[in-house]
């Protein structure tokens, strides 16, 4: 069993910066693929971006250039560095853990953490 808890969400003015978190328990944490999703209201839950075991990453087109996943596989966490955020990147963000992928039926699910971006 893993247990993901986030963490760095807020209010920011457009233009600003913020960094989520994600911490796993369990020792097995660097074998997991991880991702950031987010869900707006109304709005279907969407991939924002994720990293595999091996540390390749992936973005979805809207936060590509803005957005870094980076992980610390001694630390068990996952992050999300989000830049130049928009009113539009507002939503509750996720993280998810998978084994091997993000799409395997061994996934893990944090509960989430709220993204204002409003002046």
């Known amino acids: 069993q893993v247990q993901l808890v986030e963490s760095g969400g807020g209010l920011v003015q457009p233009g600003g910066s913020l960094r989520l978190s994600c911490v796993a328990s369990?020792?097995?944490?660097?074998?997991?693929?991880m991702g950031w999703y987010r869900q707006a209201p109304g709005k279907r839950r969407e991939l924002v971006a994720a990293?595999?075991?091996?540390?390749?990453?992936n973005y979805a087109d809207s936060v590509k250039g803005r957005f870094t996943i980076s992980r610390d596989n001694g630390k068990n966490t996952v992050y999300l560095l989000m830049n130049s955020l928009k009113p539009e990147d507002t939503a509750v963000y996720y993280c998810?853990?998978?084994?091997?992928?993000?799409?395997?039926?061994?996934?893990?699910w944090g509960q989430g953490t709220q993204v204002t971006v409003s002046s």
């Open positions: 990293i595999s075991s091996g540390g390749a990453t």
């Open positions: 998810k853990g998978g084994y091997p992928t993000l799409q395997s039926a061994s996934e893990y």
């Open positions: 369990g020792r097995i944490f660097s074998i997991y693929a």
